[in-house]
């Protein structure tokens, strides 16, 4: 049953929101409009804004500008609990539920049915649950533990808490990114029995498909700025990824490629369940290899079972030809592999270590003499890269926690090429760094592979992967989706093949 | 526009049940687990020692395990909110020694003023390890680990060398282990009810189910608003107050208090809590399985008494047991993940 929902007066409204973190404005001009009744789709590239949007709506974030609107009436939100208050939920990808309590609980917590002495109503709180899921078409049992619940039954519960709440306004962030086939149909499924019960949903999707099958209208963000919003009819795929995409390319440009050597790195058939599948690549000597592709769809994964960090299934990894053993990354260091993780402050640095410390860290076999590290060498071989890097520091001894973002992601790069690697695996080399670092991290990957380094990036920014890479592969859903020179690619191609709009043969 | 979805509807019923009943049932095997283990150890020691069956022992272990029993539903309250309390062993000592002198101090003291102090005193440490673990936002491990130092350290400052003899306790509050109701002690059962009360309390009200919550997922627990450190301050403040009672109990039963009374206690209970099924990083478990972890360490501990073997054995069953039951614990959570993912799975496709 269609409405028209161009009559309705829209139940939620953002205009002109803005939201900055320290210099990075995440947020320029945020502006949507849900009507009640329409599945609505946001989509944007990979930091055009739209978590900063999400967060927004669900209370996580106060905007530093503009005004929320719910019912016409201006509402401020300061946590989550106002956003719900608000009749707004957010469904986020991976859900987060009491994996020890039973489904029914965990909508209830906090608001179980009660009986006369404020004893909980156990089979009413069931019902109550079970009733929820009828509705929603699904048959999950309300009394089973969460623990061992797929993604998707969780972000089903999720949705049930937020209908026992009765949200009016259902966000679902990229709910269908770890989803098979078959349940991405049941989510649609619940979508339109939300629709139809007058909620407006939120949908916010990278597969352009799944806006077209299941989204009426469709606002698309570029930069943190509101381009357009649509309806989706009479839309075609294409002007969706131009609208994304539509940015000049900045003029900054690599030397011209060495010529490549060797092939250094040889991945072949690479293969974990679910998670990746027949992924094979070979970077050579002085080459700059790009993996290109959405989140989640299986490029850090990749990097992580090349170095040893996860397991694979099937498939081989070999430096300069020798296999690597599997699910070590000793031994993919010991054959001159470094990598450089996407979550530096996590994964790349010990925080409370100093910068000379966290410099030396992968070269302690080096510096050791009679079983001691020996600290003036230390102090030495971190001098020399802090200098060669133009890391920006106080002392080498203070703590690496004081650096800036950009001075920590070098601090990580030197950690590595103080190993002198062959191959060195970056992975979102300057997220969340600013321009002018930015622009030094570029440089510096283009000097080591001038220097015969072969690199293999991971990069959501597309601007990025066309300045710096000699060769981009595309990842999408766990396979490679296509492969570029840097001459014939164009970020419209990019975003194509990654968001499975054309079928491109390899 | 029909609005069925957003309003609350009379409920229907649920109709799978499958994984549920199998969830079920493994907590219940969780449980009937120790009894087995339990009628084993019964069954062995009796069968060479028949008079481990005697009347007088069974009353013996029974009031033995009540002291256990009380301060496991305390820890159970901790260890379920992802916590541990490991203060109650030094807690238990202090009141026993402070109550059991009021009856010098004061002739004629009524025995409910003398619970009351106890209780007191163990409300009042249990406040402060409250206080900073909830408030302070210092781990419980180091909070209570501190705390079971300081209070023991005051408890010798107070006692000195001295200690309360038995003759300067009234006889009816010495007696109070000794009653028996139909060869039951009253302790016993009322100990029993008191757990009972408790495990209903945790199985049924919304602050109960919170502090399932807050152990199984700390970071949900926030994002549905329950007041974390509301909660987590009343488990401790309980723990200690239920400590403090034990000390009475404790003094009733020895009729000896030095500095050194419940030392070394908070570990027993401990094991006694994770032999009975409590996770040790909180979310699951019952008040009934903890009380059942130390029944089964007393009968154990009686039972190599009246076998003759050295204390020693004691410590090494008590050891390899808290082994067994994590390994368990672990093998059938893998197992029941594996098994609940089959079932959604299945569903699904």
């Not at chain 1, 519960?157 to 009016?168: C, D, F, Q």
């Not at chain 2, 009975?276 to 007393?298: C, D, N, P, R, T």
Request: proline share 4%.
């Amino acid at each position: 049953m269609e409405k028209a929902p161009d009559e309705l007066k829209p139940v939620l409204e953002l205009r002109h929101a803005a939201k900055s973190f320290g210099a990075v404005q995440a947020l320029v001009d945020g502006s949507i409009e849900l009507r009640p009744g329409e599945a609505h789709a946001l989509v944007g590239e990979n930091g055009a804004g739209k978590s900063t949007l999400v967060k927004i709506l669900a209370g996580v974030y106060q905007p530093d500008a503009g005004s929320l609107l719910v019912d016409g009436r201006e509402v401020v939100l300061h946590s989550p609990a106002m956003a719900l208050a608000a009749g707004i939920a957010v469904i986020y990808q991976e859900p987060t539920l009491f994996p020890d309590l039973t489904v029914a609980e965990n909508i209830f917590i906090g608001r179980q049915p009660l009986l006369p002495g404020r004893r909980i109503d156990r089979r009413a709180m069931l019902a109550e649950a079970g009733a929820i899921f009828g509705r929603l078409g699904v048959p999950l049992d309300p009394g089973r533990i969460a623990r061992g619940l797929s993604i998707a039954d969780q972000q089903i519960v999720e949705i049930g808490k937020a209908l026992s709440l009765n949200a009016r306004i259902i966000v679902m962030d990229e709910p269908t990114a770890a989803l098979s086939a078959a349940e991405v149909d049941r989510l649609f499924d619940v979508v339109r029995a939300l629709r139809s019960a007058g909620a407006a949903v939120l949908f916010i999707s990278h597969r352009l498909e799944e806006v077209f099958a299941i989204c009426q209208r469709v606002t698309v963000m570029r930069d943190g700025a509101h381009v357009f919003t649509r309806p989706v009819a009479g839309l075609a795929a294409d002007d969706l990824v131009r609208a994304m995409v539509g940015r000049e390319l900045a003029a900054w440009q690599a030397g011209l490629p060495a010529a490549p050597g060797e092939a250094i790195l040889q991945v072949k058939r690479l293969t974990r369940e679910g998670v990746f599948v027949d992924v094979s690549l070979t970077v050579r000597a002085g080459e700059i290899v790009a993996l290109a592709g959405l989140v989640g769809s299986g490029r850090t994964e990749v990097a992580r079972a090349i170095f040893g960090i996860d397991r694979y299934d099937a498939g081989t990894v070999a430096v300069r030809g020798r296999d690597l053993r599997r699910a070590s990354p000793t031994a993919a260091m010991a054959a001159g592999v470094g990598f450089v993780p996407e979550d530096r402050r996590q994964q790349g640095l010990v925080m409370e270590m100093s910068v000379q410390q966290n410099i030396a860290l992968a070269s302690l076999r080096q510096l050791r003499q009679a079983w001691l590290i020996r600290a003036a060498a230390e102090s030495r071989l971190a001098t020399d890269w802090a200098i060669r890097l133009k890391i920006r520091y106080g002392r080498l001894t203070d703590s690496v926690a004081m650096l800036s973002g950009g001075n920590q992601q070098k601090v990580v790069l030197a950690k590595w090429l103080a190993r002198r690697p062959a191959v060195l695996i970056v992975d979102e080399p300057t997220r969340g760094i600013d321009v002018a670092t930015k622009a030094e991290v570029h440089q510096l990957l283009v000097k080591l592979a001038q220097d015969g380094v072969g690199i293999l990036m991971i990069s959501s920014e597309l601007p990025e992967v066309l300045r710096v890479s000699d060769r981009i592969l595309v990842m999408r859903e766990g396979r490679l989706a296509a492969e570029y020179s840097r001459a014939q690619a164009t970020e419209e191609e990019i975003m194509s093949a990654a968001t499975g709009q054309q079928a491109q043969a390899l | 526009m029909t609005d069925t979805l957003l309003r609350r509807e009379p409920p229907e019923t649920p109709a799978e049940t499958g994984s549920r009943r199998l969830a079920e049932r493994v907590s219940r095997i969780r449980e009937s687990g120790i009894i087995v283990v339990l009628a084993l150890f019964v069954a062995v020691t009796a069968g060479v020692q028949p008079r481990f069956l005697s009347v007088t022992n069974i009353q013996f272990v029974l009031v033995n395990t009540t002291i256990y029993a009380l301060l496991a539903l305390g820890e159970t309250m901790v260890v379920i909110s992802r916590n541990v309390d490991l203060s109650v062993g030094s807690v238990l000592g202090m009141s026993a020694y402070l109550s059991a002198s009021l009856f010098g101090q004061h002739h004629g003291i009524p025995i409910p003023v003398v619970f009351l102090v106890g209780l007191g005193i163990g409300l009042g440490w249990g406040i402060v390890n409250g206080l900073l673990v909830a408030a302070g936002r210092v781990p419980s491990l180091v909070v209570t680990l501190a705390t079971l130092y300081i209070i023991r350290g005051v408890d010798i400052l107070i006692v000195g060398g001295g200690m309360v003899t038995a003759n300067t306790l009234p006889g009816s509050f010495t007696d109070i282990p000794k009653d028996t109701v139909g060869g039951i002690p009253d302790l016993a059962i009322a100990v029993a009810a008191v757990i009972a009360a408790g495990a209903y309390y945790l199985r049924s009200f919304r602050s109960g189910r919170e502090l399932y919550a807050i152990g199984s997922n700390p970071g949900a627990a926030r994002l549905a608003g329950i007041t974390i450190g509301g909660r987590v301050f009343t488990a401790f403040a309980v723990s200690g107050a239920i400590a403090g009672v034990v000390g009475v109990l404790w003094a009733a039963q020895y009729g000896t208090v030095d500095s050194t009374a419940g030392t070394g206690y908070e570990l027993t209970v401990v094991t006694a809590v994770v032999v009975g099924g409590v996770a040790i990083f909180g979310g699951s478990g019952s008040a009934v399985g903890a009380a059942l972890g130390a029944l089964l360490l007393s009968t154990i501990n009686s039972a190599l008494y009246v076998l003759g073997i050295s204390d020693f054995w004691d410590q090494a069953i008590a050891g390899f047991l808290l082994l067994l039951a994590i390994t368990i614990d672990r093998i059938i959570s893998v197992r029941l993940t594996a098994a609940l993912r089959l079932r959604s799975t299945r569903r699904a496709t």
